[in-house]
T-cell receptor
Framework: GAGVSQSPSNKVTEKGKDVELRCDPI?????LYWYRQSLGQGLEFLIY????????KSGLPSDRFSAERTGGSVSTLTIQRTQQEDSAVYLC??????????????FGSGTRLTVV | AQKITQTQPGMFVQEKEAVTLDCTYD???????LFWYKQPSSGEMIFLIY??????QNATEGRYSLNFQKARKSANLVISASQLGDSAMYFC???????????????FGKGTKLSVKP
């Protein structure tokens, strides 16, 4: 597609419920990243996918968080048993990798998650 | 470990004037890239400008320029002729260029909120 698409744009969920956030990256981008941005804060790295390699999960804050990327394209970030501190904007980004990636990432518009 | 520091939580500038947003960084990488992103109230992250660590000249993109001082590890963003539409959060970021994986992630500063006054 023309840009990185994220859905839903807004999600309100009850504490304890599971949520799934979707990211559709730019066609041809082999790298996909998830970041979290809490209110008034910078971006916190969560997870990184590169081609068919095992994902780098070093930024996931707890085992309630997981992510998949199917067929090297669409990615789903799942948060189980949501807590109020999970409320944030979840941003997805994609890019070319290696020497091709000189200009950073293209970000989606994010999913604003509110846990009540 | 890499670190980005933006010491100005908020800045005000008069319309049509220039403004400098500060960014300092820390890294042990020999080769790296520095980025600035703009985040308006709509929430999207907009790429503005890029500077490679081995680039001899400061990067420029229209009204944006990057004042790169490698020895001081600073990469300040200069916006000339500010416009009302420049009001937004601005994030400085960096990544190593030699490899992918977690060490090649973009690391972000906490941002500077710029407000342009008419």
């Amino acid at each position: 597609g023309a840009g990185v698409s994220q859905s839903p744009s807004n999600k309100v969920t009850e504490k304890g419920k599971d949520v799934e956030l979707r990211c559709d990256p730019i066609s041809g981008h082999t790298a996909l990243y998830w970041y979290r941005q809490s209110l008034g804060q910078g971006l916190e790295f969560l997870i990184y996918f590169q081609g068919n390699s095992a994902p780098d999960k070093s930024g996931l804050p707890s085992d309630r968080f997981s992510a998949e990327r199917t067929g090297g394209s669409v990615s789903t970030l799942t948060i189980q048993r949501t807590q109020q501190e999970d409320s944030a904007v979840y941003l997805c980004a994609s890019s070319f990798s290696g020497s091709q990636n000189l200009y950073g990432y293209t970000f989606g518009s994010g999913t604003r998650l509110t846990v009540v | 470990a890499q670190k980005i520091t933006q010491t100005q939580p908020g800045m005000f500038v008069q319309e049509k004037e220039a403004v400098t947003l500060d960014c300092t960084y820390d890294t042990s990488d020999q080769s790296y890239g520095l980025f600035w992103y703009k985040q308006p109230s709509s929430g999207e992250m907009i790429f503005l400008i890029y500077q490679g660590s081995y680039d001899e000249q400061n990067a420029t993109e229209g009204r944006y320029s990057l004042n790169f001082q490698k020895a001081r590890k600073s990469a300040n963003l200069v916006i000339s002729a500010s416009q009302l539409g420049d009001s937004a959060m601005y994030f400085c970021a960096m990544r190593g260029l030699n490899y992918g994986g977690s060490q090649g992630n973009l690391i972000f500063g906490k941002g500077t909120k710029l407000s342009v006054k008419p």
